[in-house]
């Protein structure tokens, strides 16, 4: 039996999604009664976690022998994500599937520093392991900036002119699927970039295109945008990591293109164009009001 963690998330969702059509049997966990609740009524086995009480991780986890880790944006996500790690071995899980981030090797970034230390604590468990390492989401662009998209025709950063091989999370799931379910991915990190490095003012033009109206990229100084953040109501302290996100950027470490998406799934990456042109529902619904 697989465990999913994270299964109301933008990537956890999608591993759902592929698993049912894939027909594999698993188990997903949520944090809310709401979603466990819909769940149950689809058919689907599902449980409640709460990632401060470890009793909770070690009831989800029971029974199962993999897991898909991926643990809840919050200022202590290392400390949650090292309890399941706990709670997993705690029941006998046998494999781990980690959701971590590009670059987490290197610990060059906040966020790689929230990731090491679990792949790490991992790596020493005694369980077997695979790390999904991505770049940025394409969808990201829905989920963080969709808004000004819709209400200004814009949308910011503090990258400049950075270039990011954005991943689509389809992607990411389905290589997520396959190590779940191929017994030939035991011990392997795989950095999940898209197909094509670009910049922002790119990805303005293609939206642009698909859209029918012009959208534009505005570089802000770290400080503006921060402030931005603070003022919509971000903690200060995931303000600054993504501050830190933007430095990475611009200092050319998510450029990077690799193979191992056509490795594992046998198909190319999506680009970012084809996630636009099928993403007709969001694309209506960011038309200017």
């Known amino acids: 039996m697989i465990c999913i963690t994270g299964a109301g998330g933008t990537v956890g969702s999608e591993v759902v999604k ?5 027909k594999v049997p698993f188990r997903v966990a949520y944090f809310s009664k ?20 470890p009793e909770t991780l070690r009831a989800a986890f029971q029974g199962c022998d993999k897991l898909f880790l991926l643990g809840p944006n919050a200022l202590n ?46 790596e020493s468990s005694g369980m077997a392991w695979t790390f999904l390492r991505p770049n940025s989401f ?4 829905v989920t963080f900036m969709s808004e000004t998209i819709k209400t200004e025709g814009v949308f910011y950063s503090a990258s400049g002119a950075a270039k990011i091989a954005h991943v689509d999370v389809r992607d990411i ?3 997520a699927v396959k190590a779940l379910t191929e017994p030939n991915h035991v011990g392997q990190a795989y950095t999940l970039t898209g197909p094509e490095a670009m910049t922002y003012d790119e990805l303005a033009n293609d939206l642009s295109k698909v859209l029918g109206r012009s959208i534009s990229h505005i570089s802000l100084s770290p400080s503006d945008l ?31 293109i690799t193979n191992d998406i056509k490795q594992v799934t046998g198909h190319d990456p999506r680009r970012f164009a084809q996630y636009t042109r099928e993403s007709a529902s969001w694309l209506q619904s960011a038309q200017a009001v």
């Not at 592929?18 to 894939?22: D, F, V």
């Not at 466990?36 to 990632?51: C, F, P, Q, S, T």
């Not at 394409?138 to 662009?141: L, P, R, T, Y």
Request: avoid cysteine; charge should be negative.
């Open 18 to 22: 592929q698993l049912e059509l894939a």
């Open 34 to 53: 709401e979603k466990m609740d819909a769940a149950l009524a689809k058919g689907i086995e599902a449980v409640i976690i709460d990632y401060n009480r």
């Open 77 to 122: 996500q290392t400390q949650l994500e090292l309890n399941a790690v706990e709670a997993a071995k705690a029941v006998g899980v046998q494999y781990i599937v980690k959701q971590s981030v590009m670059g987490a090797e290197a610990e060059a970034f906040s966020l790689a520093l929230i990731h090491r230390p679990v792949e790490q604590a991992i």
């Open 138 to 141: 394409m969808q990201n662009v």
């Open 173 to 175: 799931a389905a290589v």
């Open 226 to 256: 921060k402030h931005g953040m603070l003022a919509e109501g971000m903690p200060e302290a995931i303000a600054d990591r993504m501050l830190d996100l933007e430095r990475y950027y611009r200092e050319d470490q998510a450029s990077r």
